[in-house]
């Protein structure tokens, strides 16, 4: 089992910038990896996901613009460079690795190993 490490989460005005990475203990270069998110008192929901091959990348439309998914499969670690951030950015970011190889990584159904989250707030 890949155990995933989330960092790079802070408080930020709204405006700025933050890059999140997800580090893995083990290969991730076969498999679709995404991002996701929690807000207080809502579900998780999608991000954005990169595919296996770092062709093709999707994201949520309330993102779309402004965050930029990427990967380093030498270096077994999964970004999300978030600029223009806004307020309603403010969650628990997590990333995931889809269970099945050489995945697309939407829709996102395949997720089934997941970080502890690291927490992203945006004052206004």
């Known amino acids: 089992q890949v155990q995933l490490v989330e960092s790079g989460g802070g408080l930020v005005q709204a405006g700025g910038s933050l890059r999140l990475s997800c580090e893995a203990s083990?290969?991730?270069?076969?498999?679709?990896m995404g991002w996701f998110r929690q807000a207080p008192g809502k579900e998780r929901e999608f991000v954005a996901a990169?595919?296996?091959?770092?062709?093709?990348?999707k994201y949520a439309e309330s993102v779309q613009g402004r965050f930029s998914v990427s990967r380093d499969n030498a270096k077994k670690t999964l970004y999300l460079q978030m600029t223009s951030l806004k307020p309603e950015d403010t969650a628990v970011y997590y990333c995931?690795?889809?269970?099945?190889?050489?995945?697309?990584?939407?829709?996102?159904?395949?997720?089934?190993?997941w970080g502890q989250g690291t927490q992203v707030t945006v004052s206004s």
């Open positions: 083990g290969r991730i270069s076969t498999y679709a």
């Open positions: 995931a690795k889809e269970r099945t190889p050489y995945g697309l990584g939407y829709p996102p159904r395949g997720f089934g190993s």
């Open positions: 990169i595919d296996w091959s770092a062709r093709s990348a």
